[in-house]
């Protein structure tokens, strides 16, 4: 497992349906090491921090393995790594084989895997088509978020280390499933809640579930 290509950018204005939105999700591949911090690399930021970035959102990881399906999906695109805004482009690490929780080296740096990327207006706005958001979710190749357990510097190329599994009960993929293909999962929706690494909104919108399906 390994680092293919590092990514950042900083918020930009563009214009979209009418409107001007600032989006932080144009990032481009950067040479030699950068600084992972606690919220964001450094020259990376997010822009709408109510629905991006913070400790359990530092860094976005997305499979290189998964550009192969886009490429069929939008053959006259051109898709370089950072396409879909993610910060680290790996190879080896898929959404099913990570769980909550599970630690990793890169470099210098450790992270801990936390949630999945769920799609908002923004990819349409990097694509330029809308439905990018509707097939992005179908595909369940969301990538996933890690949060920063120790700072330091990564590069592309670096290897991605797995140092630490604390509760191998929910992976990446199953977030993913119980959001948006199996919300009637009892089980797995009470095995999830239990997980301490998931974030709390989590843990609510699945509290949540369960509530509504006990009525």
């Known amino acids: 497992m390994k680092i293919l290509s590092v ?20 990032k481009e591949p950067v040479k030699g090491p950068v600084t992972l911090r606690r919220l964001n690399l450094d020259g990376d930021r997010q ?7 913070g400790v359990s959102k530092a860094v976005y990881a997305y499979p290189s393995e998964h550009y192969n399906f886009w490429r069929a999906e939008f053959p006259a695109m051109d898709l370089p790594w950072g396409m879909f805004g993610e910060n680290l482009t790996t190879e080896g690490l898929r959404e099913e084989a990570i769980y909550i929780g599970d630690r990793f080296r890169i470099g210098e740096a450790e992270v801990m895997a936390t949630e999945p990327r769920m799609p908002c207006y923004k990819l349409g706005i990097k694509f330029g088509r809308a439905d990018v958001i509707k097939r992005f979710l179908a595909s369940r190749r969301s990538g996933f978020y890690f949060a920063v357990a120790r700072e330091g510097t990564v590069s592309a190329g670096d290897a991605l280390e797995l140092i630490g599994q604390e509760q191998q009960d929910i992976s990446i993929a199953d977030i993913t499933r119980l959001y948006a293909f199996e919300k009637d999962d009892m089980k797995s929706l009470r095995r999830a809640i239990e997980v301490e690494a998931l974030p709390e909104n989590w843990k609510g919108y699945f509290r949540h579930q369960l509530e509504k399906q006990a009525d």
Do not use: M, S, Y
């Not at 990514?7 to 144009?26: D, H, M, Y």
């Open 7 to 26: 990514n950042v950018g900083l918020p930009r204005e563009v214009a979209w349906q009418g409107k001007v939105v600032t989006t932080g999700i144009f």
């Open 47 to 53: 822009a709408d921090l109510t629905v991006h970035g």
